[in-house]
């Protein structure tokens, strides 16, 4: 008798899972809103705990401030999925440009030392 394969069966898992997020773009999109309110939820408690941790550190109500902020931000985009969608497309639209404007940047920079400067 054959072994099962576990690296099989998770890809066929996944291209289902693909192909149900290519059917159903909406509810692929309130779960992964979902899924990243979890994150920030229990992110924010275990931070929470970390900066209980480090009382005598100088940090420490910075930390404490960001494990509230993290959690507050993870009960919104679970009490809030729609208006989560539309923070977290907001959230990906200022990532690519701030990566773009800093990869421009960095080009700039890096001009003098390419002889394949286009510019």
């Known amino acids: 008798m054959k ?5 099989n069966i998770t890809g066929v898992l996944f291209i ?23 994150l920030f939820l229990f992110g924010g408690i275990f931070h929470l705990f970390g ?7 100088d940090g420490y109500i910075w930390n404490f401030v960001v494990g509230v902020l993290y959690i507050i931000a993870g009960v919104y985009l679970l009490s809030h999925p729609l208006i989560g969608l539309l923070f977290l497309t907001i959230l990906l639209i200022a990532l690519f440009y701030a990566q773009g404007i800093l990869t421009i940047i960095f080009g700039f920079q890096q001009r003098k030392e390419t002889q394949y400067w286009v510019w």
């Open 3 to 7: 072994k099962i394969n576990i690296s």
């Open 16 to 38: 289902i899972l693909g192909a149900l997020s290519i059917a159903c773009p909406f509810y692929s999109s309130l779960g992964i809103e979902a899924f990243f309110g979890a």
């Open 51 to 57: 900066s209980f941790e480090e009382k005598q550190r």
